[in-house]
């Protein structure tokens, strides 16, 4: 093959092949068992890395970390020199255009520059990992997953439970018919634990030195900068965010999706606190359009699958949560700090906690300690959600939130919120991407982008 056809990336995924047997220094003769030689790693390019990012850098750091990228050179002073060698960039679409020698890129902006950085970097051939939610709408996760799918680039969105050992063990549980058939779930998380329901802030402090507020705004609608937004709490607006259902909806429904193995619902029903300032009192407010209530109720409802009954699926966040189970002896916790999930079936109930159902288990404890676990069916990610995907980018094994599975389990979660803000019972037709009783609901499928901006 001519040198020009070779590219590093086509080595880089053909490493476990004839290619990689020529170009590559075995790593005994370098370094020992575990070195892993410069030519064998991935160049990662960070995007957003000031706060999530950088915890997800420092799980990268097996790999040569060749490029920082954010809008806030403050913010991101710590990845700054934890990376020293990395080059530095404000602006994402410079950076791409640029520094030809990046394979793969994690992207941890405010979720409403998911979507628009994800694309772009799929549309520069790029691997892609992205922290969850995917993207801020339903429209730009179908979009993505798309062009994804048809790229053929190795993804991975960041809701790190699916890797987990609790996440395996309760799939594994369920398809074993542990608890018989399961027709009723209940997903709960104490979040938000900001402040939520407050209107936009009126005053207009000065700006940070050094932050690129049109680059942070993104295709969001223009509005000047404050502190409530960056580097504060961009997470309880709704221009910005996804609220409680896209933070933590995807490490809550991710297992229950996997093992249930849910397609679309078919039906959604989300209902929301009301807010009331501070010294007034009234029984009917005027709903807030600015920022997420402060806790929500949502009800979903899943058509049967092969093997699999009708699913009632309910949410709960803002400290709201289903009743606490007969079977749950007193002194037991109900999920952890972050929340859990309440499996309901015909012969039993599996309480798990939040993220990759941690601390999965029978109730009551008898039942538990009688029952016979079934052989291992699933793959084990041994070394974690990160190098799982830094394993497939260079040919080996593939990532389980991977885009086909992540794009679909964002727009579940997405769906909720379009409710919320209609306040009605949608009924979704997800082949045909409309809710077939609300045009009010489609017109929220996606929004205008500000003026520049593209997917």
């Known amino acids: 093959m001519s040198k020009k056809k070779l590219t590093r990336r086509k080595f880089l995924a053909a490493a476990a092949g004839a290619y990689a047997s020529i170009q590559i220094v075995p790593r005994h003769v370098l370094g020992g068992t575990g070195f892993t030689p410069p030519s064998e790693k991935l160049n990662i390019a960070g995007i957003g890395v000031g706060g999530m990012g950088f915890n997800d850098l420092k799980e990268m750091a097996t790999e040569n970390i060749v490029a920082l990228c954010d809008v806030d050179w403050k913010n991101a002073d710590k990845a700054f020199k934890e990376f020293p060698h990395a080059t530095r960039y404000k602006d994402y679409r410079v950076m791409l255009d640029k520094q030809k020698d990046i394979d793969a890129v994690m992207i941890a902006t405010p979720d409403h520059t998911h979507a628009i950085i994800t694309m772009a970097a799929i549309r520069h051939g790029k691997h892609v990992y992205t922290e969850k939610p995917l993207t801020l709408t339903v429209y730009e996760s179908r979009k993505v997953t798309e062009a994804a799918r048809k790229a053929g680039v190795v993804t991975q969105m960041g ?21 018989g058939d399961v ?43 404050h502190p409530l937004y960056h580097p504060g709490q961009w997470r309880i607006w709704w221009d910005f965010s996804t609220g409680t259902l896209g933070d933590m909806g995807p490490h809550i429904f991710d297992h229950v999706k996997w093992a249930l193995k849910l397609g679309a619902p078919e039906s959604v029903e989300a209902t929301y606190s009301h807010f009331v300032p501070p010294g007034e009192l009234t029984w009917d407010p005027p709903k807030n359009i600015e920022s997420f209530p402060q806790a929500v109720l949502a009800h979903y409802q899943f058509p049967a699958r092969e093997g699999f009954p009708p699913l009632k699926l309910t949410w709960y966040d803002g400290g709201l949560r289903p009743p606490r189970p007969v079977e749950l002896e007193a002194g037991r916790k109900m999920g952890d700090q972050f929340g859990g999930a309440l499996y ?58 991977n885009f086909d599975f992540a794009g679909p389990l964002t ?25 077939t009783n609300s045009e009010k609901a489609n017109e929220f499928l996606h929004y205008p982008y500000r003026k520049g901006w593209e997917l």
């Open 159 to 179: 809701n790190m439970g699916h890797s987990f050992e609790s996440a395996r063990q309760v799939c594994e549980w369920i398809w074993d018919g542990a608890i």
């Open 344 to 401: 309901v079936g015909t012969k039993g109930k599996i309480l798990t906690g939040s993220h990759g159902a941690r601390g999965a288990r029978i109730i009551p404890e008898s039942k538990m300690q009688e029952y016979r676990r079934p052989p291992e069916t699933l793959p084990r990610c041994p070394k974690g959600h990160h190098q799982e995907w830094i394993s497939a980018c260079k040919g080996q094994g593939t990532t389980g939130s």
């Open 183 to 225: 027709y009723e779930v209940h997903a709960f998380t104490p979040h938000p634990v900001t402040s939520t329901g407050i209107p936009r802030p009126t005053d207009t402090p000065p700006m940070p030195e050094g932050l690129d507020w049109d680059i942070w705004l993104g295709p969001a609608p223009y509005r000047p900068y």
């Open 411 to 435: 727009e579940t979660a997405l769906l909720g919120n379009i409710s919320l803000r209609t306040d009605e019972k949608l009924y979704w037709d997800s082949e045909n991407f409309r809710f």
